[in-house]
């Protein structure tokens, strides 16, 4: 995808390098996209461009995050974990921060994707990332992700449709900061 500065990943790999995140390629799995740890993004050259550059985005996002606020990231995650093993009370509330948490990765997506140059694919990349959330939703309630290309397939008839509503995300700035190293992230999605 081309936009006045060029093509999407490339400007997006640009931007992300600039604020100290190594973006790399590396031959995975096919059901991994991608994963993170802070100081870098490695994206699965498998994939095409368009899905990676989103991929990237909201990684970076997720990056911002995780290196702006950590604690209040791990709180998240662990929370989820936690919640999957213990009382069902705490499940919902658990995953409504998670979902919060992946929205706000989408958030700062959106608003780099204008940075670079690139609002016009930010209508396209709402619709991946709201379909994606959706998705991982349904993995961490019933331990099995559907299966992507079914699914993203179908998410798109729904919206084009107008059966599924897609909320924009509202761009949030990304300010300087410092990557700090977390636990590798992995970006998953389930392909049989």
Known sequence: MAGPGGDLFDDLE?????HGVQVRSRKMDVEKPGEFDGPS?????????????YYLAH???SIYQWSTDFGHAQK????????KKGP???FEPALEQWRVFEQTSSDHAVWVLGEVGHGDAVDPYTVFF???IEAMTIFHRTGKEPRWPDFFADWKKGVEKGEIRVDPFRPKP???FQPVRIEKQE?????D
């Open 14 to 18: 640009r931007f992300v390098s600039a």
């Open 130 to 132: 709201r379909a994606d």
């Open 41 to 53: 993004i490695t994206i699965n050259p498998v994939h095409n461009r368009e899905a990676l550059s």
């Open 76 to 83: 998240v995650f662990e929370a989820l974990r936690k919640a």
């Open 88 to 90: 069902e009370s705490l």
């Open 59 to 61: 990684s970076f996002g």
């Open 187 to 191: 970006v998953l999605q389930e392909r």
């Open 174 to 176: 990304v300010l300087r």
